[in-house]
């Protein structure tokens, strides 16, 4: 099939491009890019974007689909919807599913469902100890053989220092990256929210910044033991970036993601309502660790942007506050959130949000590149930056709602998006899944 995508502003630092163009898909690859009017489409389907933005499709790698066994909270089916919807071209799912991703035939078959299920590209990632436990080391060598792209222990981090050690030296040696939720569960303990004012005002158990940085700047270390490429997840805190751009000014393969909670709510937020869609794991940071992670995120010392999707059932949600899950939802609410309260505001180029959307997930995944050039595969992302989205239970395409944006009002968001030069999203609807 031909697609000819007319008149869109194209705009992708990897190739210095920032210009309206047309540009001409064919089986499933940009074929050729032109000024507008100078593209010819004999035969096939041609879309006017004009006004609109085409970037790099988007991908986020750090997504919880629930799938196998939890399909009540989300299933490969809608995630692959709500990824799509928020602008989404591939998604990285997480292992700690029911059973959890920890061998070869589990992850085969997720992948394999994947493929037949939703035009999202999803990569899994397995983990690194037996059910997540800290306690065995799994076979980590028959997953990357079936397709895993990366290994982690999400949900928790792994306690024991020799463990950590043998599984990043494991990773390293089939070329995968770790993944790691620093959590120091000792510090942690029963902790619901950040430690500090606001937890003793409100009466609940506090979660030190230190239970994060500490295993932080374990695992930086035993990076550099190992020689394994690491990577931080859902960083919190000021310091704890800090400590990952050491890191890198010392030569180590280190990295780091931050999410839209972290970038653009604090504990702050949490107030006597003790509404459970603000408990996060790690929990919501200061104001001034918020701040801080914006300037972080520009600069470059942040790496890129994860959503950490992790929908839950609404009765799940409705307990008390120190018995209720952690997280939000994110998948539809990242870019919305990112252009209204970044590039709207001048904080951040378009440039940067596709370097920290779009190119460094990949580059950190070890995934094929896509640029606005012609013989790349096209998976792109079209953004109204005029559209209004209200954020409403009745908006996701998720199975649930559980989001720390309720209510909000935002202005941009994906129109279209194509995975191969096939829509999954047209015209803000889901289509194609």
């Excluded at 619901?192 to 700047?217: D, V």
């Amino acid at each position: 099939m031909a697609l000819l995508l007319k008149n869109a502003l194209c705009i992708d630092p990897a190739v210095s491009l920032n210009a309206v163009k047309d540009i001409l898909i064919r089986d499933g690859e940009i074929v050729e890019i032109g000024d507008p009017g100078t593209v010819d489409l004999p035969k096939g389907i041609s879309r006017d974007l004009e006004g609109k933005i085409l970037i790099p499709g988007l991908v986020d790698m750090h997504v919880h689909l629930r799938d196998p066994g939890l399909e009540y909270k989300e299933d490969i089916e809608s995630g692959g919807r709500a990824a799509a919807k928020g602008g989404f071209t591939a998604v990285l799912a997480m292992p700690n599913t029911k059973p959890t991703c920890d061998n070869a035939s589990i992850a085969r078959n997720m992948i394999e469902k994947a493929l037949n299920t939703t035009r999202t590209r999803i990569y899994v990632s397995g983990a690194m100890t037996a059910g997540l436990k800290g306690e065995s080391i799994t076979e980590m060598g028959d997953m990357a053989r079936v397709g895993v792209v990366a290994f982690t222990d999400d949900g928790r981090g792994v306690q024991n220092d020799a463990m950590m050690r043998l599984a990043m030296e494991y990773a390293k040696t089939f070329n995968k990256p770790v993944l790691s939720h620093c959590q120091v569960e000792d510090l942690s303990a029963k902790g619901s929210i950040n430690e500090g004012a606001t937890s003793t005002r409100l009466g609940l158990q506090g979660w030190p910044a230190a239970a994060e940085e500490i295993q932080i700047a374990r695992d930086i270390a035993l990076c550099e033991l190992t020689g394994c490429s690491l990577h931080i997840q859902h960083i919190s805190t000021a310091k704890g970036v800090e400590l990952v751009a050491q890191a890198k000014a010392n030569g180590l393969p280190v990295t780091c993601e931050v999410t839209p909670h972290h970038l653009f709510l604090s504990e702050e937020d949490i107030d006597e309502t003790y509404n459970t869609s603000f408990k996060m794991n790690p929990p919501l940071r200061t104001r001034d660790d918020m701040l801080a992670l914006q300037q972080y995120l520009v600069s470059g010392m942040i790496d890129c942007v994860a959503t950490d999707h992790a929908p839950h059932a609404p009765h799940e949600k409705a307990m008390e506050f120190e018995l209720a899950p952690f997280g939000t939802t994110g998948l539809e609410t990242a870019l919305p959130l990112l252009i209204t309260e970044m590039v709207s505001t001048g904080k951040l180029t378009w440039e940067l949000l596709v370097e920290r959307m779009a190119h460094a997930p990949r580059y950190i995944l070890g995934l094929p590149h896509v640029k606005l050039e012609v013989g790349c595969t096209a998976d792109l992302t079209v953004i109204d930056k005029q559209a209004i989205y209200d954020v409403s239970a009745e908006s996701f395409e998720s199975k649930s709602q559980n989001s720390a944006f309720i209510g909000r009002r935002l202005k941009g968001c994906a129109s279209d998006v194509y995975v191969a030069g096939y829509a999954s999203l047209e015209d803000r609807e889901v289509v194609g899944l």
